[in-house]
């Protein structure tokens, strides 16, 4: 059993694709019309062959039900991680990317950072 494809809730498929290309420095893997909506994933620059994010769109009101209770309760939807978080959280900064404060270490485990993706989302990075 393998993880290929996993997912984040969007509410702007086009917004999301911008920012997690632009922003947070994805590359787009797939964009195939699908109606109203796209099957649109990104994978990593350093693994193009490795798991895909879809950029979901949130076609059922419990899905929006779900992320709004995740970000009011300030729990980050998934986690990305990164080798150096300091340099990443200066670069994303220098981006206008919105963190919700500065990165710190938990005791006994790792330093995290945890940003806005603009679509209604809370991202963990961790430095791994």
């Known amino acids: 059993m393998k993880i290929k494809l996993t997912s984040v ?29 796209r099957w649109l994933t990104v994978v990593s620059p350093s693994e193009p062959e490795g798991v ?11 899905a929006a039900t779900y992320q709004k209770e995740l970000y009011a309760a300030g729990i980050p939807l998934t986690a990305f991680f990164v080798d150096d978080l300091p340099s990443e959280y200066a670069r994303l900064k220098a981006l206008g ?4 404060g ?7 485990g790792p ?3 945890v940003l806005e993706d603009t679509c209604g ?5 961790v430095q791994g």
């Open 9 to 37: 809730l969007v509410d702007d498929q086009a917004k999301a694709l911008s920012f997690y290309t632009e922003k947070l420095g994805f590359v787009k893997k797939q964009d195939i019309p699908m109606g109203p909506v």
């Open 52 to 62: 895909q994010l879809l950029l979901e769109p949130m076609g059922h009101a419990f």
């Open 97 to 100: 990317v919105v963190f919700r």
């Open 102 to 108: 500065e990165p710190k270490t938990i005791p006994g």
């Open 111 to 113: 330093t995290i950072a």
């Open 121 to 125: 989302n809370l991202l963990q990075l």
